[in-house]
């Protein structure tokens, strides 16, 4: 059981293995060394760098460190809590903003292809030759064909002169085709990294005699293509590059920046995928503390109108009126509306609670703890709250149980039990977001509120 905050430069949920094509010269752009803790449910939480994993890992840059003030409320009436950025809306963390420092900004002169007004905008140093960018470049054209209306890619030339002798003609090859359109530039771009393979173990020779059998392929003016190609301006263009590339620190390709921001980890199609989902998610994110609404004398019930029909709970506004709160607030504002029970284990919980859909996201804030030890997980349709294992982790996330569940007891919220459609609980599509991470969750339509 947990809850994993919006605050992650890293999302590992896929066994594809990162690599890189690397040379020696200078430091990564935001890279740092890593070390490993245990986050709950048998996933892990790296502190800094990248590895590999079947299970849903990340990185968190900063710490948040939960609030020790067990009010209610504040001066302003509203209920104490933690605010954490956003990945992507938030402001830039300190060693953000040092790897982007000496980045060019994004010019109508960069070549660009895909969506006008993307989700994610990818830009991309990268090397033609470099069998890890050909990687990158099957996951790209796959994540433009599922997202082809939320990605943009931005491409920079990086060729590794020292690891890939063929890289510099190769990026010269793209920009001479370039120069005849953009959509040959495109072509070219797709021919070098679609048969990298056939030309990268050829000598200078045989790749020029390549290049310009393919751009007869490709309807290039072929005269106009090879005066082009080694033209010096060409050669001073690519050169430039390649020197400015490594002045600012880039040693490695593909060096990749998420609407900005240095992404040296995961990225796979269907990881890049959950990214844009994170992002359009952060529209529902607060920025403060929710406003303390709810009457601790009152009585409350929330109606979950799910599509397979209605799930109606009882709430425990004076067991835990943090919690109840902060639920309350977020049904009322419609923040529920259209997510998904993203984690859905038989005899165990249907959890859902992030916008975002992938089980990463949340609302922005976080909250202390509210254990009762007369409240505990004895029976199924218990109510609880989604946390990590850190403590005052509790968020917008919640569960509903499907059996007794003594071991809960004690680490986690329970804001209510269900009183009416434990039937309809029982017809969530089962999905476990570590084996089934492209099996759609049934969705909630709304949540109302009734208080009396």
Not at 148 to 161: A, E, G
Request: charged share 20%; aromatic share 8%.
């Amino acid at each position: 059981m947990k809850k994993l905050p919006l605050i992650i430069t890293l999302l590992l949920l896929t066994s594809l293995v990162l690599s890189a094509c690397k040379v020696n010269t200078a430091t990564p752009v935001g890279q740092t060394p890593a070390t490993q803790a245990t986050v709950g449910a048998g996933e892990t939480k790296p502190t800094v760098a990248a590895t590999t994993s079947a299970m849903p890992t990340l990185i968190v840059p900063t710490v948040v460190l939960p609030t020790q003030d067990t009010r209610l409320k504040d001066d302003q009436g509203k209920m104490i809590c933690t605010i954490y950025p956003a990945m992507f809306s938030g402001e830039m963390t300190d060693q953000e903003k040092a790897a982007v420092k000496d980045i060019p900004a994004i010019t109508e002169a960069d070549w660009q292809m895909g969506a006008e007004k993307p989700i994610l905008t990818i830009l991309e140093y990268s090397d033609f030759q470099c069998p890890a960018c050909g990687q990158f470049y099957t996951e790209l054209e796959k994540l433009m064909q599922e997202r082809p209306n939320d990605v943009r890619l931005v491409y920079r030339n990086f060729p590794l002169v020292s690891l890939h002798p063929n890289a510099t003609l190769a990026a010269q090859a793209a920009e001479a085709a370039g120069l005849q359109s953009k959509e040959q530039y495109w072509a070219m771009y797709n021919l070098l990294f679609s048969k990298q393979s056939e030309w990268s173990q050829k000598t200078s020779e045989e790749f020029t005699a390549f290049l310009k059998e393919q751009a007869a392929g490709l309807k290039l003016d072929v005269d106009k293509f090879m005066k082009d190609l080694t033209s010096d301006e060409m050669v001073k263009k690519l050169k430039d590059q390649t020197e400015f590339a490594t002045k600012i620190g880039l040693n490695s390709t593909p060096t990749i920046f998420l609407n900005g921001r240095p992404w040296q980890y995961q990225w796979d199609a269907y990881t890049l995928g959950l990214v844009i989902d994170l992002v359009k998610s952060e529209a529902k994110v607060h920025t403060v503390c929710p406003d303390f609404v709810i009457d601790q004398n009152k009585q409350y019930t929330a109606t979950i109108k799910t599509e397979k029909g209605d799930i109606v709970m009882e709430l425990y506004p004076k067991v835990a009126p943090q919690a109840v709160n902060s639920f309350v607030v977020l049904a009322r504002e419609g923040f529920y509306d259209g997510v998904t029970f993203h984690r859905v284990l038989a005899n165990f919980v249907a959890q859902t609670g992030d916008p975002s859909n992938t089980g990463m996201g949340g609302a922005g804030y976080e909250y202390r703890e509210e254990v009762s030890a007369d409240i505990k997980f004895d029976q199924e349709g218990m109510v609880g709250i989604a946390k990590s294992t850190q403590v005052g982790s509790s968020g917008s996330q919640f569960f509903i149980t499907y059996a007794p569940l003594p071991d809960l007891d004690g680490g986690y919220t329970i804001i209510g039990k269900v009183i009416s459609g434990m039937d309809v609980v029982k017809q969530i599509t089962q999905r476990d977001p570590s084996t089934m991470p492209t099996t759609p969750g049934d969705k909630i339509l709304t949540i109302t509120i009734d208080e009396k």
